[in-house]
C-alpha cells in the first residue's frame, strides 16, 4: 500500500519512531497526523502487545494512528546497520529511553549525527538527559509528584492528589513535538538538524504555570484547593437540586453573579464585598451560594448563568462529554477502521487549520505490518529481507 499521509504539510518528512509508553508516541503522533511519514520500531519476537495493554485495546489504538510499524532488532550489529540506512535519509529520530541506552545501542544523537548532519534528534526523560537524577526510571505519576502538582490538587486535609488524566507524559510528548517543528524550521536555515530534548519533570512544572510563579515571584507555596480556584472567589463547584456545576465568575461579575443566583443581599456584605474579602471568607461564600444553587436543577442553572454571561458549565463523565452537542461539533472523536477491531473512534487532533487538513489516513498498525515495505523502499531485495527475517534481525 504504501505511505499513505494525513495531511500534506508534513508528508515531506520520514520520522523514526523508537517511543514506548505514553510521551514519546505523543510526540509520533503529533507528527503523524499531520502527515509525516512516521516509522514505528518494534522489538521482533514480542507479538507487539507493548507496554500499553492489548494492542487492540483502546489505547494503543489511540496513540499509534497514521504510523507504519517495522520490527528490528538494534540490540544486533545487523540491526544497527538497518537502522543506521535509515536513519540516513530520515528527517528525525524520537526516543523515550533511559538516557544512557542510546549509548549503548550506538544510535545516539552524535553518532547518527556523523550519518545524516540533518537529523533533527528528539529525546524525551523522566528526569532530564544530565543531573543527579538521570538515570532514574520516571513515569508520569513520579514527575506529578516531584514536580508539585500532587500537592495544589486535591481537596486541603485530605493529602496528595494525583490528576486523573497523564498530564506530565501528554504535556512532554507535545513540547517534544514542538521543539522538533522549530528544529526542523531552524534547519531550513542552518541546513543542520540539532538534538531537542524534554523531560516529564519539565513538562510537569511548565504544566503549573501561574502556580509555579506563585512560588517563583512572590515565593509563596499554593495550598491544595479542592474544586475552588486558587485565587479567585467565587469559582467551583456548586451543587443544585440534581449535582453539581462549575460556576466561574469573573471578579467583577460578583454582583451579577448573586443578582442571577437570587441573593442581591450579599453583593455588598462587608464580608464578600471584594476579592480579597471573599478570598479570606470563600468557605462562607461558597455556602451562601449552595444555598441558592440547591433549588434548581442543572439545565436550568446553566441555561440562567449562560444567558447572563457568567461561565459555568455541567460536570460530565465521559460518555455524557462526547454525547455533548458541542463535542460532536467539533469532531473530536473521529472514525477509523482498524482490520480486528473494525470502525471505532478514537480521540481527534484539536487544532483546526484553515489551510491544511488532516484526517485518520490509517488505523494503529498490526505488529511489523510494514517491514517488508519499508526495507524495500530502503533497497533491500526479496531475497535480503527474507533473510533478515530468518536471522531475526526484523
Not at 499521509?5 to 505514553?22: G, K, M, N
Not at 489504538?61 to 507504519?68: C, S
Not at 517495522?70 to 530520515?90: I, R
Amino acid at each position: 500500500m504504501g505511505f499513505e499521509p494525513a495531511s500534506e504539510i508534513l508528508s515531506r518528512y520520514t520520522v523514526i519512531d523508537l517511543t514506548r509508553a505514553r510521551a514519546g508516541p505523543t510526540a509520533a503522533r503529533q507528527l503523524a497526523d499531520w502527515g509525516a511519514n512516521v516509522i514505528k520500531i518494534e522489538t521482533p519476537g514480542q507479538g507487539g502487545s507493548g507496554d500499553l495493554g492489548a494492542r487492540h485495546g483502546p489505547d494503543f489504538q489511540n496513540l499509534h494512528r497514521n504510523k507504519r510499524s517495522m520490527t528490528l532488532d538494534l540490540k544486533s550489529p545487523e540491526g544497527v546497520e538497518v537502522f543506521n540506512k535509515l536513519a540516513a535519509t530520515a528527517d528525525v529520530i524520537i526516543e523515550n529511553y533511559r538516557p544512557d541506552v542510546k549509548f549503548r545501542l550506538g544510535i545516539d544523537y552524535e553518532s547518527i549525527r556523523k550519518i545524516n548532519p540533518r537529523i533533527v534528534y528528539g529525546s524525551i526523560s523522566g528526569f532530564g538527559q544530565d543531573g543527579p537524577y538521570r538515570n532514574r526510571p520516571g513515569l508520569d505519576q513520579i514527575a506529578q509528584g516531584l514536580g508539585g502538582h500532587m500537592s495544589v490538587t486535591g481537596k486541603p486535609g485530605d493529602g496528595p492528589m494525583r490528576s486523573g488524566a497523564a498530564i506530565s507524559d501528554m504535556t512532554a510528548g507535545l513540547l517534544c513535538a514542538n521543539g522538533i517543528l522549530i528544529a526542523l524550521l531552524g534547519r531550513e536555515h542552518s541546513g543542520e538538524g540539532q538534538w531537542v530534548d524534554t523531560s516529564l519533570l519539565e513538562a510537569q512544572i511548565f504544566l503549573l504555570d501561574f502556580q509555579a510563579a506563585r512560588w517563583l515571584v512572590d515565593k509563596e507555596v499554593p495550598p491544595q484547593a479542592g474544586n475552588d480556584h486558587p485565587t479567585n472567589v467565587p469559582m467551583g463547584v456548586f451543587k443544585t437540586s440534581d449535582g453539581y456545576i462549575n460556576i466561574a465568575p469573573m471578579a467583577h461579575m460578583w454582583a451579577k453573579v448573586c443578582t442571577v443566583l437570587g441573593v442581591e443581599d450579599l453583593i455588598d456584605n462587608p464580608d464578600f464585598v471584594d476579592q480579597p474579602q471573599r478570598f479570606k471568607n470563600r468557605a462562607a461564600v461558597n455556602a451562601a451560594l449552595e444555598a441558592a444553587t440547591i433549588h434548581k436543577n442543572c439545565e436550568e442553572w446553566i441555561a440562567l448563568l449562560n444567558d447572563a454571561g457568567i461561565p459555568c458549565g455541567p460536570i460530565n463523565t465521559l460518555d455524557q462529554t462526547f454525547a455533548d452537542p458541542q463535542v460532536i461539533h467539533l469532531r473530536v472523536a473521529q472514525k477509523v477502521t482498524s482490520p480486528v477491531r473494525g470502525t471505532i473512534e478514537v480521540v481527534g487532533q484539536p487544532v483546526h487549520m484553515s489551510n491544511t487538513p488532516n484526517r485518520l489516513a490509517r488505523p494503529s498498525p498490526e505488529y511489523g505490518e510494514h517491514t517488508a515495505e519499508v526495507l524495500s523502499e530502503l533497497g533491500y531485495s526479496d531475497d535480503d529481507i527474507a533473510a533478515l527475517s530468518g536471522s531475526g534481525v526484523v
